[in-house]
């Protein structure tokens, strides 16, 4: 009988060895930019824990890579063992083994079903700290419950495919993981053919965003684990079929498409001065206090109902959308502009759907009436509380510009400040304006792109919108961008 040796007693140049292993992970073929080298890598692992890489190179991955299958156990013999570099050492990983076609891999059948592993996952809740962040990735566990549509997309000048996940956790906290390309294909393919039994995936190395909060995405090194067959996952699997109600009113009520502060507000959140606002960025907190009362504008457009893009289409109308490229009826949504100020300067930015609607206590159907009776709305108690009200705001740059050439933004999200005293930490707290191009010329102040420094004799953004121009907005789904449509509004109401 032959001997089966650790992975730990297995070094660099050892000759007839054999160890038994299970793949843990199959990562995707990748190819690297600067040369023709094709690869792919898997982790395996032994009964004790201990891991190795396992790689395959160019002619050999189409011969060797279907004989190895993620989850199944083999005995791997004689493969060509080496160090990894040290910078690309992890604790648990420091040696890789080349499997080539002279390797001997034989597939062992036993009624061990669980793999030896634990992994290190990040909670939704911490998710936010390694937002943008391209040094660092996260491993992630969750139920997959909602597959939405694939997308063809380009990107650095080629076209890329990707498709969206709904993911949710046992708080019933929801996050939308981004898959691209081959990841599709291979485990996107998996996981919708499971969907119907709630499968449990976990999404390693892969990187956080910042879209409409938190957001997750596929990386060229991430892999994604179906159904692994972990107490962890079975747990949570088990969890999900005893709290099928609660997973069903979420997909009714689509609560994930809705930005969550719970997992995209950091505790010691850090805002940047309004005169230190970079639109190279894409996002930024800020402290503000919300003005609109000098802004003379509609406060609602016409939009699809799905992707919420402006139509011309009348109130309850089924019309064939040229953007979502569906029917639906034609619903009219609250949007419009505030300036955003502190200490340090002023900005303009747009405020859409149910966050507007709270802010002025109306609903788009209520506004919508008003315009149409020429009723002006009764905002004069909102205007007054606002002036005593600061808030924490997420905001985007808008990237088209419009009307006065000035930076715009939107809002992603905000919460009023509780404490007006307390002052939520700040970075960039020395003013180091962001110079506009617009705005170099004119040597008797520098404003910031997009923002008006407060020393003016008129301390608002000067940006206005009246009824009589043409600006129907709609807001971009993809990105939270207010556009411009070109419609024109053919009714004002009656001002004092």
Not at 91 to 103: D, K, P, V, Y
Not at 214 to 237: C, G
Not at 272 to 279: D, G, Q, S
Not at 469 to 492: I, M, R, V
């Amino acid at each position: 009988m032959e001997k089966l040796l650790a992975m730990k007693e297995i070094v660099p140049e050892m000759q007839s060895w054999t160890c038994k292993i299970t793949v843990q992970e199959k990562q995707q073929i990748t190819q690297s930019m600067s040369t023709p080298t094709k690869k792919q890598k898997f982790i395996f692992v032994d009964t004790e824990g201990s891991k190795v890489e396992g790689i395959i190179f160019n002619n050999d991955i189409p011969r060797m890579s279907s004989i190895l299958q993620i989850y199944k156990k083999y005995k791997i013999s004689n493969a060509e063992v080496r160090p990894i570099l040290p910078k690309y050492q992890t604790a648990e990983i420091t040696h890789q083994w080349t499997i080539t076609s002279r390797t001997v891999i034989e597939e062992v059948f036993d009624d061990e079903d669980m793999m030896p592993v634990k992994f290190n996952c990040t909670k939704f809740r911490d998710l936010a700290q390694y937002m943008d962040d391209k040094a660092k990735s996260v491993d992630v566990l969750a139920i997959v419950i909602e597959t939405l549509e694939k997308k063809t997309i380009t990107t650095n000048y080629r076209e890329s495919v990707v498709q969206k996940f709904v993911l949710v956790n046992e708080e019933l906290q929801t996050v939308v993981l981004s898959m691209w390309d081959d990841f599709i294909k291979n485990e996107g393919e998996q996981i919708i053919s499971a969907m119907n039994n709630y499968p449990v995936i976990i999404a390693r190395r892969i990187k956080v965003n910042n879209y409409n909060g938190v957001s997750l995405s596929t990386w060229f090194d991430s892999a994604i684990l179906v159904n692994p067959p972990i107490q962890e996952a079975r747990e949570l699997k088990n969890w999900a079929m005893r709290n099928s109600k609660e997973l069903t009113l979420i997909l009714e009520q689509k609560t994930y498409t809705r930005y969550n502060p719970e997992i995209s507000l950091k505790p010691d959140q850090k805002t940047t001065l309004i005169c230190n606002v970079n639109p190279s960025h894409k996002s930024t907190w800020v402290k503000a206090q919300f003005t609109f009362q000098h802004i003379f504008q509609k406060y609602w457009y016409m939009s699809c109902k799905k992707c919420y893009r402006g139509t011309a289409a009348a109130h309850g109308v089924i019309f064939s959308c040229n953007t979502c490229k569906e029917k639906h009826p034609a619903e009219p949504r609250c949007r419009f502009d505030m300036d955003l100020r502190d200490h340090t300067g002023v900005i303009t930015a747009s405020i859409f759907g149910e966050q507007a609607e709270q802010l002025l206590t109306f609903n788009a159907l209520e506004i919508m009436e008003h315009f149409k009776q020429n009723i002006e709305l009764p905002l004069e108690t909102v205007h007054k509380e606002l002036e005593l009200k600061w808030f924490l705001v997420h905001i985007k740059p808008v990237q088209t510009q419009v009307a006065d050439t000035k930076q715009r933004y939107t809002i992603i999200y905000y919460s009023e400040v509780v404490d007006a005293a307390t002052q939520v930490s700040s970075v960039n707290e020395s003013i180091v304006p962001f110079v506009s191009v617009h705005d170099q010329d004119d040597s008797s102040h520098i404003t910031t792109s997009g923002t008006v420094t407060v020393e003016e004799n008129n301390p608002t953004s000067k940006v206005r919108l009246s009824l009589n121009q043409k600006f129907d907005q709609a807001e971009e789904p993809e990105n939270n961008a207010s556009q411009l449509e070109g419609t024109s509004c053919s009714k004002k109401p009656k001002l004092n």
